[in-house]
Each structure stands twice: as C-alpha cells, then as structure tokens.
C-alpha cells in the first residue's frame, strides 16, 4: 500500500478514539450511536481497499450531517486512493470551508488533491497556507491526535519540495503555452552559425557567438535594435576578436563587465578559459582571465553570473565529473576572486553533455542544454529548481515548441522575465544554427527582482563619492566605484536596511523599500552624504549671494592678500612645514587692518578622474578650512570653491597641487 495511503488511514483510524472520546450535541462532538458504529465501518472498509464501502457509508453519515468535517475528509481521502483527483479536492475544499481549524494536516491534503488535478496556482496557495499554519500550538486545531501529529511531521518534511514541484508545473505550463517560436531574422542569423545570445536590460542591444563554417573560427558579434529592429550584426571592436575562438558571452546584470570564452590566446590555461572585460556600450574593452580557480588544464566556456554577482556557473570536462561536459558553479571571495568550482552534481549532470547554463535572477531556476537527459532531439534545453539545502531537482524538459527534434542551445532570458532566446538548427531556418525567440504570457515564477542601481554623492558639491561602503543588513557590503556608483539585485516589494560610514561625512543611515521594476532602465538609489565640516558664514555686513565666490564680488577700500599652499601627488594631508608656513601667512595678514573675507580654493593636476580631481582638490580646501577654524579665526565669509582639475598647459604637474587662501583687508 503507498505510503500516502497508510497516513490517511492511520488518521481515520485515531479519528474514531477522538470521537469517542467527545460528549456534547454537536455532530462534531459524538455521533449517534448508529452513525458512530458507520463511521467505524468506513474505516475498516478504508483499510481493506473496499472504497466504495466506505463511499457509501461516508455518505450515509454526510446525508444526516452534511457539515460533519470528518466524513468530507473521509470522502476526499477515498477519491485521492482511487486517484479521482477532482472528486478529492471537491470534497476536501468543503471539509476546510466548514471546519478551517480542525485539523491542520488537512490544508496538505487539499492541496496535494489540487495539485494531482492539475489545479497547480490553488495548490501553491494552500500549501503555502499549511506551511504558514507551523507556528500555531497544536490546541488551535480541535483534532490533534497522536495520528494528526505524525502527518503533520510527514507533510512538513514534504513541503518546500511540494511548493517548488508546483512552480514547476507552472512554468512548464507556461512554456507549452508558448504560441511561437520566431527567427530573429537575417540581419542577425545568415547562412552560418549563430548561437549564445546575451541581450541587455533594455533589449536594445545583443551579443552573440557567430561561426561562418565548420572550419572557421567563433567571434563575438553585436547588434543593436534603437527602434525596434535588430540592424545587421557586425563584430565587436576589431581588437577583441582574435584568430581564434572567442564564445558565449554573459554580461553582470550591471551593465558594466562580461565574461566570455577565450581558447588558445596567449595566457590560458587549457583550450578554453573564461575571461572578463568591461563594457562600454558595444564596445568591448580590457580582456583578461578571470582570478581564482575557475580555469585549469581542461576546457572551461560558457559562464553564467548570478544577478548579484556572487556565483558563476560554466561547463567544462574538468575531472570529478559525471560524464562528458558538465556544469560547475564557484563562488565569489571576498578578495573577488573565485572559489574552487563544484559540480552541481547527479540530478544536473549525466553521462552525456550538459552545458550553456543560465541562471534567473532570483538565483532559484537553472537553464541548461542537455545530451544525457531524455530529450526530443538531439540536444534539449530544460530547467532545474534548487531548493532551501542548495540542491537541485531533476531537471524538466521545456517542451515544445521552445525544443524539437533538432539541437537547441544556450537558452537566454530576458530582464523583465518575458522574453527568451535560444540557437537551434530546426528546419526553416536561414542557415545552421540561428537565434530565435519567443514571448511568455506572464513571467515565470520566480521571484521578482528589481535591479538597483546606487550612487553615492557629496550633498553640497554634488560629486560622485568613489570606494564608499556601503553596509547593509543581511546582505553582503558593496563599494562605490570611481564615479560613485554601485549595483545591487533587490527581492521586489522588499525593504533593505543601509548605513554609509565615509571618512569627512556625517554617518548615513536608512531604510527604504525597493518596488518591483520591468529592469529595462535601473531602479535609481542616491545617498547623499553630508560633510562633516562645513565652514560657518558670516554674512552681517554685506548681502551676497551665497553662490558667488568671493573673488566676484566688489569690495570698496579693501586689499587682497594671497597665499599658495602646494600638496604632494594624491595628498590632502596639511604637512607640519605646511602648517607653519600658514601660520606665518595668518600672523602678518591678520595682525594689521581688520579682515573682511576669506577664500579658499583648492586645486588638482589633470592625472586621473575628473570626479576623482575634483573630490580630492575640495578635501585639499577643506583641509586648511579646518586649520583655520582650529585657530579660532572669525572672519565674514569663508567661501570654498572645489575647482577639480588644472590642465598643466606645459607648467608642472606639483603646481596645480594647490590651495590659495585669499584674504581681504579693511583699508578703511
């Protein structure tokens, strides 16, 4: 008998004790004595298999009681062991409508009748509903026999495992709904292969693996669609591309690197390697292994990145394998390099080929092409679950028409979760392989994520803050980059808690819920982080405007003194002999006609990032802002301007390293 069948047996069986055991009016309480001796009758005709004498008998209590939940559920258990899944769930949805706190096993029931029925959407909500109920005493249900409690224990150890069987179910509904599949058309796809397609956040752009011939080599084509229409695809920056093959690319959510293939260039450890570079818009730049232990003696290609940039996927026939090409995934260290790579293991991998992994943004559903698992054709693409212990599930076949009786590879999905793409060799294509795509009618369940662009910035000068950390809760730290930017990947709808801790602003700290986004643009997140120091204005004397520098207004009767302090290359740091040389400046300036005003002004040279120039020649200024103030110098104005960079126009470099103090005198 299955294992199902002797939990619910056993549950009617512990049934009649606790029915016994009731005193009271209602047919929840005790049963006349006659319906008490049917119900046992129907338990005993439930153990010998006798289902329609139990049907009959159920039924029998049900005409005298129609709400006694113990029959309904007696009933729905009769039809789930005869496999009328419909009947069950008809029966079991009654059972919980009349008696929602009787039994809690019984929201597992109901739900797994659904799911047999095929009604997966109801069934994930009353699991997920059951699942919900665990934190309740066991009091709050008026049936909690010995019996209850042992299914209970049965159906918990089930759950997460019965919620992902449900998504799955959904989304493989969703690919068989699929009305067609499209050939991106010849501006893309020509009488060669094409495959491996990565598309942006937008859409607007593509990337792809082309190959004129079975002889030639593989390069790295792009092509971009600004209204809507792929233009014809040419090869990335002449540079990038060699005489050998360059393969699958995947770009990190963030727009800004890629991973790709790169065999038999100087610098590779085997055939084939992955490499990064970064991105510009189509333009490919700075190819370079990636660090850690990735690449080895054997062939690596085809990476797939998580959307937070934490795990990296990729085939390779590296050993400790389970057959020909098999998928890996490493994590990221701290230090940014990759962890030593793990095999996802015998539900993933076969003896035969597994490769062009793809992995959704929630982190939660892998995509892949397979040889060794049962497919339709030669090559298939299908998707595994991976659950709460990071294991994953038997993978599931996509169906048709996203595969055929022909190869399909490198499955690619978009941004928002609507679009996907894939490389077949299908009849009616244009020539060997060729890139198709095809439309979902609604995402497929996973969870939605929203990408997050950040930017951390100067409140009063408005200037990028680079290598700022920023410290969330539950969720690893990132940094700002040069230009102040940084990217994370948010759960939809759910709330992040950050602080920023920078060295001269004021500690930011905030808690903000990100929305759910399409991701065809960023979600924007802007910091603003204000300056520890900000020099006091005195303004009493004069109506200026406070966005005018000193230097343009007029001043009647006064004198302009000026003094240049110079900074070593990269330094914001006042020396001692700086120091000194101030305070001399300071002593003769200040100890003759009253001061009116104080500016200063910092300076950087043009060697590097005009944001970085700029941030570094405001810190120069507010330096000596700080020096003075520590001298209790009260002055009418003190006026910083951070000017950025200096070209040199042939002066040298340590010149532009500078700060002038101009001080204005009452000549009276």
Not at 117 to 125: D, F, I, P, T, W
Not at 223 to 250: C, L, Y
Not at 407 to 417: H, N, V
């Amino acid at each position: 008998m299955p294992k199902t069948a002797i939990i619910f047996i056993s549950v009617f069986l512990s049934l009649g004790t606790f029915l016994n055991a009731q005193t009271g009016d209602s047919p929840f309480d005790i049963l006349p004595e006659k319906l008490g001796d049917a119900y046992r009758d129907a338990e005993q005709a439930l153990i010998y298999r006798d289902f329609d004498g139990a049907l009959k008998l159920f039924t029998k209590i049900l005409k005298k009681y129609p709400e006694f939940v113990p029959a309904l559920r007696g009933i729905g258990a009769c039809h789930i062991l005869m496999s009328e899944y419909d009947l069950a769930a008809k029966y079991y949805d009654k059972a919980l409508e009349l008696g929602p706190r009787f039994s809690r096993a019984l929201y597992y029931e109901t739900a797994d009748a659904h799911f047999k029925s095929g009604n997966y959407y109801l069934a994930r909500e009353i699991f997920i509903e059951f699942d919900s109920l665990s934190n309740l005493p066991i009091s709050s249900f008026s049936y909690n026999g010995s019996a209850e409690q042992f299914a209970e224990q049965e159906y918990y150890d089930k759950i997460e495992r019965s919620i992902r069987a449900c998504n799955v179910a959904m989304d493989s509904i969703k690919f068989l709904n699929i009305a067609k599949v499209e050939n991106l058309g010849e501006s893309i796809n020509t009488k060669g292969d094409e495959y491996f397609p990565f598309v942006s956040n937008d859409q607007k752009l593509i990337f792809y693996t082309a190959r004129k011939n079975e002889n030639a080599d593989e390069n790295l084509f792009y092509s971009s669609a600004p209204f809507g229409k792929w233009r014809i695809g040419q090869k990335v920056n002449n540079d990038f591309n060699t005489d050998f093959h360059e393969g699958m690319t995947t770009l990190i959510r963030d727009g800004r690197k890629m991973i790709f293939t790169a065999c038999q260039r100087e610098g590779i450890l085997g055939p084939c390697d992955l490499w990064q570079a970064d991105v510009k818009g189509e333009k490919i730049l700075e190819p370079r292994p990636v660090i850690g232990y990735v690449n080895s003696p054997m062939w690596e290609s085809q990476a797939a990145i998580s959307c937070d940039g934490s795990e990296l996927y990729f085939a390779s026939n590296r050993e400790g394998g389970e057959g020909g090409t098999d998928i890996w995934i490493c994590t990221r260290l701290d230090d940014g390099r990759w962890a030593e790579p793990k095999n996802l293991g015998p539900n993933v991998n076969t003896e035969g080929d597994e490769e062009a992994p793809f992995i959704t943004n929630d982190g939660k559903v892998l995509y892949f092409s397979s040889t060794g698992h049962l497919g339709m054709g030669e090559q298939d693409i299908f998707f595994t679950r991976r659950g709460a212990d990071s294991t994953w599930d038997f993978p599931v076949n996509l169906g048709t028409p996203v595969n055929s009786s022909y190869r399909e590879l490198g499955f690619f999905l978009s941004a928002d979760g609507k679009t996907g793409y894939l490389a077949s060799n299908r009849k009616g294509g244009i020539g060997g392989m060729d890139i198709y795509k095809f439309t979902l009618s609604d995402q497929l369940n996973s969870d939605p994520i929203t990408f997050v662009e950040g930017h951390v910035i100067d409140s009063i000068l408005k200037t990028p803050i680079p290598n700022a950390t920023i410290q969330f809760e539950n969720r690893t730290d990132v940094q700002s980059d040069e230009e102040g930017r940084f990217f994370i990947c948010v759960k939809g709808d759910d709330m992040i808690d950050f602080e920023v801790l920078e060295k001269d602003y004021h500690k930011y700290k905030r808690k903000k819920t990100i929305p759910i986004w399409d991701n065809k643009n960023f979600y924007k997140l802007e910091i603003m982080m204000d300056p520890l120091f900000r020099l006091p204005v005195y303004n009493e004397p004069l109506d200026i405007d406070l966005e005018t520098p000193i230097s343009d207004v007029s001043f009647p009767n006064s004198k302009e003194i000026k003094h240049q302090l110079f900074y070593g290359f990269d330094s914001d740091e006042l020396t001692a002999d700086m120091k000194d040389d101030l305070l001399g400046f300071l002593q003769t300036t200040f100890s003759g006609n009253p001061v009116m005003s104080v500016e200063i002004v910092g300076y950087a040279d043009d060697i590097g990032a005009d944001s970085y120039n700029l941030i570094l020649s405001e810190k120069r200024a507010k330096a000596v802002g700080v020096f003075l103030k520590d001298k209790g110098i009260r002055v009418d104005k003190i006026y910083i301007e951070g000017k950025g960079e200096q070209k040199s126009s042939g002066k040298p470099k340590w010149k532009n390293r500078r700060v002038e103090v101009v001080v204005r005198v009452d000549e009276g």
